[in-house]
């Protein structure tokens, strides 16, 4: 196992012990309900989760060194919590997976999810990725600005009335060159920063790294809705509606509410599905056909584990795509 942070190229995590059991709960999807088996099959993933702790402490020894010399029993027993929900929280994102299949709405394990939060403190959060704009994308890949990507983050900015950021500094990190562009900058303008830095002149390797373009310091809000992780196409079933108006200039606040209020009652099982929303045109949806899916096999899972006074983050990337799921990005807080 492999950690990747701020400024470091990102790893895959070899998980082996917890992949092996998200298989068997993928292999089990047939099973109804939750009982004794379904414990069983949590429990283990709790355990795993645990032994997973360990083989990170193996491979990232100098960090876990660190931690661990500022851990209390409860700091300890917050982190296992905290690598419980992460698995949880994947656990729970294959299952519905397989139960929106078979059963439209994967309740019973909700239920009984939260059932064990009363009993392990901890929550998650997950965030599709599918559902943002992937900001590597701006460049082609013969480096030429891919021009309709770039009206598209143009639109997300003005949506969200953005005054920080351009697109000339994201255009910037991602050329080769060390030209700066009338509002970009290269690593002239970051390696003289109180804490310099390269500029990175090709593809973001972290979503954190955004935060490093001149523009995009602190944590703007366009943030929220930029990925490095999704294969380009906006996934119209979770993208939130900034993301959908800034698919093109005819889509404005009324037709996005419309999205998603027809998605909160129908999710979208094909993008023809999005003809049946009123106001889109056979034009409108031929200009974004190119743009857009109804599935997501990528999310963000930020989990939390408490114990007493203690508390311990953990941000993950997970992908679902293939038989196994693999992280992506891992990092502890
Ligand atoms: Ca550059």
Same mark, same amino acid.
């Given at each position: 196992?492999?950690?990747? =942070? @701020?400024?470091? !190229?990102?790893?895959?995590?070899?998980?082996?012990?917890?992949?092996?059991?998200?298989?068997?709960?993928?292999?089990?999807?047939?099973?109804?309900?939750?009982?004794?088996?379904?414990?069983?099959?949590?429990?283990?993933?709790?355990?795993? =989760?645990?032994?997973?702790?360990?083989?990170?402490?193996?491979?990232?020894?100098?960090?876990?060194?660190?931690?661990?010399? *500022?851990?209390?029993?409860?700091?300890?027993?917050?982190?296992?919590?905290?690598?419980?929900?992460?698995?949880?929280?994947?656990?729970?994102?294959?299952?519905?997976?397989? #139960?929106?299949?078979?059963?439209?709405?994967?309740?019973?394990?909700?239920?009984?999810?939260?059932?064990?939060?009363?009993?392990?403190?901890?929550?998650?959060?997950?965030?599709?990725?599918?559902?943002?704009?992937?900001?590597?994308?701006?460049?082609?890949?013969?480096?030429?600005?891919?021009?309709?990507?770039?009206?598209?983050?143009?639109?997300?900015?003005?949506?969200?009335?953005?005054?920080?950021? *351009?697109?000339?500094?994201?255009?910037?990190?991602?050329?080769?060159?060390?030209?700066?562009?009338?509002?970009?900058?290269?690593?002239?303008?970051?390696?003289?920063?109180?804490? !310099?830095?390269?500029?990175?002149?090709?593809?973001?390797?972290?979503?954190?790294?955004?935060?490093?373009?001149?523009?995009?310091?602190?944590?703007?809000?366009?943030?929220?809705?930029?990925?490095?992780?999704?294969?380009?196409?906006?996934? @119209?079933? +979770?993208? !939130?509606?900034?993301?959908?108006? *800034?698919?093109?200039?005819?889509? #404005?606040?009324?037709?996005?509410?419309?999205?998603?209020?027809?998605?909160? #009652?129908?999710?979208?099982?094909? +993008?023809?599905?999005?003809?049946?929303?009123?106001?889109? #045109?056979?034009?409108?949806?031929?200009? @974004?056909?190119?743009?857009?899916?109804?599935?997501?096999?990528?999310?963000?899972?930020?989990?939390? =584990?408490?114990?007493?006074?203690?508390?311990?983050?953990?941000?993950?990337?997970?992908?679902?795509?293939?038989?196994?799921?693999?992280?992506?990005?891992?990092?502890?807080?």
């Amino acid at each position: 196992m492999k950690l990747a =942070g @701020i400024g470091y !190229p990102e790893r895959t995590l070899a998980l082996d012990k917890p992949r092996k059991v998200l298989m068997t709960a993928a292999r089990e999807k047939n099973r109804k309900g939750f009982g004794s088996q379904g414990t069983a099959f949590l429990i283990t993933i709790l355990i795993v =989760g645990s032994l997973t702790a360990l083989a990170l402490a193996f491979a990232q020894e100098a960090i876990v060194e660190v931690s661990l010399s *500022s851990y209390s029993r409860d700091g300890i027993v917050a982190h296992q919590n905290a690598y419980s929900g992460v698995f949880l929280a994947l656990a729970a994102l294959k299952k519905e997976e397989s #139960d929106a299949v078979e059963n439209g709405q994967p309740q019973e394990i909700k239920a009984f999810l939260e059932q064990l939060k009363s009993e392990f403190d901890f929550s998650w959060r997950v965030i599709d990725e599918c559902g943002k704009l992937n900001v590597n994308l701006l460049l082609n890949a013969d480096g030429e600005v891919n021009e309709e990507r770039s009206a598209q983050i143009v639109r997300l900015f003005q949506t969200i009335g953005s005054k920080e950021g *351009s697109l000339d500094g994201l255009f910037d990190w991602l050329d080769q060159d060390d030209e700066p562009r009338m509002n970009g900058a290269e690593s002239d303008y970051y390696e003289n920063l109180e804490d !310099p830095y390269s500029c990175g002149n090709g593809p973001f390797l972290t979503t954190r790294q955004i935060h490093m373009v001149r523009g995009f310091e602190g944590a703007p809000q366009i943030a929220d809705f930029l990925t490095i992780y999704s294969d380009g196409k906006v996934n @119209i079933n +979770t993208a !939130p509606l900034e993301v959908l108006m *800034s698919l093109h200039e005819s889509i #404005d606040t009324p037709t996005a509410q419309m999205i998603i209020r027809y998605r909160q #009652d129908i999710p979208f099982k094909t +993008t023809e599905d999005l003809k049946n929303v009123p106001g889109m #045109d056979d034009s409108l949806f031929a200009a @974004i056909l190119p743009w857009i899916s109804v599935k997501s096999r990528i999310y963000s899972i930020e989990a939390e =584990g408490r114990h007493g006074d203690a508390s311990f983050r953990i941000l993950a990337v997970a992908s679902l795509e293939g038989k196994k799921p693999r992280f992506l990005y891992w990092r502890t807080l």
